[in-house]
């Protein structure tokens, strides 16, 4: 066990891509914790979707041993957060663990919108709070300005930044040694009954839900009974140890420090994320704050290709939700889907991560259907609804009016590409809020309705500037507006995967898009298909896939069967490929296409 004194518990915080995985790399090779042999980049990405796309999902933790220059071991404890708006939970989780954070912000680009939402996480979290200004290395990198910068838009003293290249490893040894003199050492009761907040739990194959601990008073042993508070459900500890960032056994753990343990829990119900742990006998009375639970703000349904699968996507989801405290579900039926499940997330790139983990993880192809928000509907006999899916909105006669969610979208973007995003938040049906400068870029905060953002607005806004726009939100209130249903009618029926919600100035232009873009996006068939966009009885714009036939024995005469059954085998497993949809082939693409806005 360590001496509280010598401990340092600390996140890393920064806009995507500011270099906080290549920092904390270097601050485990400084340390020594990890062979130079076993060193690789990103060592704290494990998943391989963190690798692929270059962005830290889950925030992780490791151990460092550190000899300050005063000839003193210290222990730090390091938490390397996602930097993604769509992540934000899990930054606010991994703030409440610890007490203070490195800022990291790019010497070449400044202060960009996450760096905001990050840092004021931290100042909410009464964090002590070290700048670092990374990427000097870079010939583009101005010090200076970004250091005033941080002053003038964050508001805190950048007089004492450290200038660091995470690449080279340049002022590494000043950052530990900045971590020692300016955060604060935790502060705990090792007499007091044993408190410890849970921060994060995941599913292991072989140990059951591994729980991640961070020890607040008292001492947790092996061989320990200990109570959640949540549930009052008991367990016995049977494995305690730390990262480094493998797993090594230790025997306890003190006020301060943050482990895992792994006690046999089989039910993910049991392991809830912001939970006080106890022991049984002798617990303290007073459990921790806990956290706020995530409100999701995108929905969309989840369904097995294979719909002899269910069982397995019910089990997937489970154990991922218990993964990613952000991520809610409840079940829902559909009559073209069959049985999937209607889930919750924080943002667009959350979804596609947990349909890409399910897919991956778990090894079950998935039909996504369109993302939604939360519509608030008040009938006509005073009744209230909250509408998930569009599918399930009731008849228009009964409904007196509906508000939708509108968030605080803040948007810093060079001077240059100001006009595009004014017009890009206009076209959403935005409203200006402010406009203000830091330095030579623009901050623009505008009113607009979540609906427009949850899509493809992200891409819209990066592709218009270029990549240099940095985009941050936060919910408003609900908001009365006319909206409509539009619906999509393949062949005839309806596809409730494409079913939307939309203003109704608009519902006439956006249907007209989708009707145009699903006749390319949906394979001919050996039948005339109409497409048709309709809102509520009224058809309001529609176009017509030709029919064609295919015959793939033509160059086949005479001769052996076998070969035209071969041929017919093959054009059997093609056919397969698209997703079966009534009775037209939709290819799972043709979704997710149809309904991203393009100008």
């Given at each position: 066990m360590t001496e509280i004194s010598k401990i340092r518990n600390f996140s890393i915080v920064a806009h995507i891509d500011h270099g906080k995985s290549t920092l904390a790399d270097r601050l485990i090779q400084e340390t020594g914790t990890v062979s130079q042999r076993d060193m690789k980049e990103q060592l704290l990405d494990t998943m391989d979707i963190e690798r692929e796309r270059g962005i830290t999902i889950k925030a992780n933790t490791v151990r460092l041993d550190y000899l300050s220059d005063d000839g003193q071991d210290y222990v730090l404890n390091l938490i390397d957060t996602p930097g993604h708006v769509d992540f934000a939970y899990e930054v606010s989780r991994s703030m409440r663990a610890v007490e203070g954070s490195l800022l990291v912000v790019d010497s070449t680009q400044g202060v960009e919108a996450q760096t905001l939402a990050n840092v004021y996480q931290a100042i909410d979290a009464d964090h002590e709070i070290v700048p670092i200004l990374n990427k000097i290395d870079l010939p583009a990198s101005d010090c200076d300005k970004v250091a005033e910068q941080i002053e003038d838009v964050i508001g805190i003293d950048a007089s004492g930044a450290i200038f660091v290249s995470a690449k080279t490893g340049q002022g590494i040894h000043q950052t530990l040694e900045a971590i020692i003199s300016m955060l604060p050492p935790p502060v705990g009761d090792p007499k007091a009954p044993l408190k410890a907040m849970l921060v994060d739990s995941w599913y292991d194959a072989y140990l059951g839900v591994i729980v991640l601990v961070r020890v607040v008073d008292g001492f947790l042993k092996k061989g320990d009974r200990v109570r959640m508070m949540s549930n009052n459900s008991v367990h016995h500890v049977e494995k305690i140890g730390v990262f480094r960032p493998e797993m090594e056994a230790v025997d306890l753990l003190g006020p301060g420090?943050?482990?895992?343990?792994?006690?046999?829990?089989?039910?993910?119900?049991?392991?809830?994320?912001?939970?006080?742990?106890?022991?049984?006998?002798?617990?303290?009375?007073?459990?921790?704050?806990?956290?706020?639970?995530?409100?999701?703000?995108?929905?969309?349904?989840?369904?097995?290709?294979?719909?002899?699968?269910f069982e397995d996507l019910r089990d997937s989801i489970e154990k991922l939700s218990l993964n990613d405290a952000s991520f809610s579900y409840e079940m829902e039926t559909s009559a073209a889907l069959g049985f999937g499940f209607r889930c919750g997330f924080l943002g667009l790139?959350?979804?596609?991560?947990?349909?890409?983990?399910?897919?991956?993880?778990?090894?079950?192809?998935?039909?996504?259907?369109?993302?939604?928000?939360i519509y608030h509907i008040y009938m006509r006999d005073e009744k209230f609804i909250e509408l998930h899916n569009p599918a399930d909105m009731p008849d228009l006669t009964h409904v007196?009016?509906?508000?939708?969610?509108?968030?605080?979208?803040?948007?810093?973007?060079?001077?240059?590409?100001?006009?595009?995003?004014?017009?890009?938040?206009?076209?959403?049906?935005?409203?200006?809020?402010?406009?203000?400068?830091?330095?030579?870029?623009?901050?623009?905060?505008?009113d607009l309705p979540l609906n427009e953002v949850v899509f493809d607005f992200y891409d819209r806004l990066k592709s218009i500037s270029k990549g240099y726009a940095s985009f941050d939100y936060q919910m408003l209130e609900y908001r009365t507006?006319?909206?409509?249903?539009?619906?999509?009618?393949?062949?005839?029926?309806?596809?409730?995967?494409?079913?939307?919600?939309?203003?109704?100035?608009?519902?006439?232009?956006r249907g007209r898009i989708m009707c145009e873009k699903l006749k390319d996006l949906i394979p001919r068939h050996m039948f005339k298909i109409p497409i048709q966009a309709a809102i509520g009885g009224r058809i309001v714009a529609r176009e017509t896939l030709a029919a064609m036939r295919k015959?793939?024995?033509?160059?086949?005469?005479?001769g052996d069967v076998t070969r035209k059954k071969k041929l017919l085998e093959k054009q059997k497993a093609g056919k397969k490929k698209m997703r079966q949809f009534g009775k037209v082939n939709i290819p799972q693409e043709a979704f997710i296409s149809a309904l991203k806005m393009d100008n």
């Open positions: 420090e943050i482990g895992f343990i792994t006690a046999s829990i089989k039910q993910v119900r049991d392991t809830r994320v912001g939970d006080t742990i106890t022991h049984e006998k002798n617990g303290t009375l007073v459990a921790l704050d806990g956290f706020k639970p995530s409100q999701p703000v995108v929905f969309c349904g989840l369904f097995p290709i294979d719909s002899s699968l790139l959350h979804l596609e991560v947990v349909r890409d983990r399910v897919e991956r993880e778990f090894d079950i192809e998935l039909i996504t259907t369109a993302p939604s928000v007196d009016h509906m508000e939708e969610p509108r968030i605080k979208a803040t948007i810093l973007v060079p001077d240059e590409y100001l006009g595009d995003v004014l017009k890009l938040c206009q076209d959403r049906r935005g409203i200006q809020l402010e406009l203000t400068y830091a330095g030579s870029r623009a901050m623009v905060v505008y507006d006319n909206l409509v249903k539009l619906q999509v009618l393949v062949n005839d029926e309806p596809v409730d995967a494409l079913s939307i919600m939309v203003h109704r100035d608009r519902a006439e232009q015959d793939v024995t033509a160059k086949c005469y005479g």
